[in-house]
């Protein structure tokens, strides 16, 4: 059994898809890709799939991650494509390595973050960003299944900054981000652990809010730039199928005809 591990995008309108509707988007891109996944056993069998840590629905991604299992051994970038063209413009496969290692969901233990704040002056946000990097603890509430749950926000954020717009533009492209505009706004960089109980982007502008009264006008656009393993001297989020990669070129170098052999 091979195992693929793939990594897509939800962008623009398509940020408001909920991981339920991708899931069965996903399920019919592999049935028309005709991928010849390995199926669980049991009364209703189903394609073994795991989805790990997906975005919340509303907010845009370019990096959600699952893994699928095979019965047959296929190139991974061939099946890239495959079902890249079979899942609608905005759910993008935009990468895949062979599984050579265990334990992604393991190595997904932080989130970069994007926030674009439409109508609020950079000046005002940075105040803001500095008020609550100062803040030993920053109490929010959010609306759970059990009621009412206040926590602090304050622990989980490794990194919270402003951005020049123009920086913006040179680091990531601009059609990638979700909603893309000229307009003059505050751009947030946040660097996240992921704990429990989660704390989201909605949770640190709520903290914003608490520390600083900064309530952008209208909600913002929200936009995961990556999600991996924290890098702890650095503060980066590294990418979590570089191990895949190093394993499969180690595996190359010890044994030369490996890329002979690769399934097509």
């Known amino acids: 059994m091979q195992r693929i591990r793939l990594r897509y995008t ?10 339920r509707d991708f899931q069965r988007a996903f399920e019919r891109a592999l049935r028309r890709a005709e991928v010849p996944m390995a199926y669980s056993a049991g009364f209703t069998p ?26 047959v051994a296929r190139d991974p970038e061939k099946l890239r494509l495959l079902l890249d063209e079979s899942l609608p413009t905005g759910l993008d496969i935009v990468d895949a390595v062979e599984a050579r290692t265990s ?26 960003v500095r008020a609550f ?12 299944k059990n009621g009412m749950r206040t926590f602090d926000a304050r ?11 123009e920086t913006r533009q040179l680091e990531t492209r601009s059609e990638t981000a979700d909603r893309p505009t000229d307009q003059p706004c505050a751009i947030l960089r946040l ?8 704390v989201r982007p909605d949770d640190v502008l709520s903290g914003l809010r608490a520390v600083a ?23 980066a989020v590294t990418d979590p199928l570089a191990p895949d990669r190093e394993a499969a070129g180690a595996d190359t170098t010890a044994d030369p005809t490996a890329a002979a052999k690769a399934p097509v």
């Open 46 to 71: 189903h394609p073994k799939v795991s989805y790990a840590n997906a975005a919340p629905t509303g907010t845009g991604s370019e990096a959600e991650y699952l893994e699928i299992a095979l019965t």
């Open 213 to 235: 009264d900064l309530a952008p006008p209208v909600p913002a656009a929200v936009t995961r730039l990556a999600q991996g393993l924290l890098d702890e001297e650095t503060g």
């Open 155 to 165: 622990p989980a954020v490794v990194r919270l900054e402003t951005r020049q717009p």
């Open 10 to 19: 939800k962008r623009g309108r398509l940020r408001f898809t909920s991981h």
């Open 191 to 198: 660097v996240v652990r992921h704990v429990t109980p989660a």
């Open 133 to 144: 990097d100062a803040a030993e603890s920053v109490e929010v509430q959010r609306m759970t």
């Open 103 to 128: 334990g992604l969901a393991d190595r997904l233990t932080a989130s970069l973050w994007e926030l674009r704040l439409d109508g609020v002056d950079p000046a005002d946000a940075e105040r803001a």
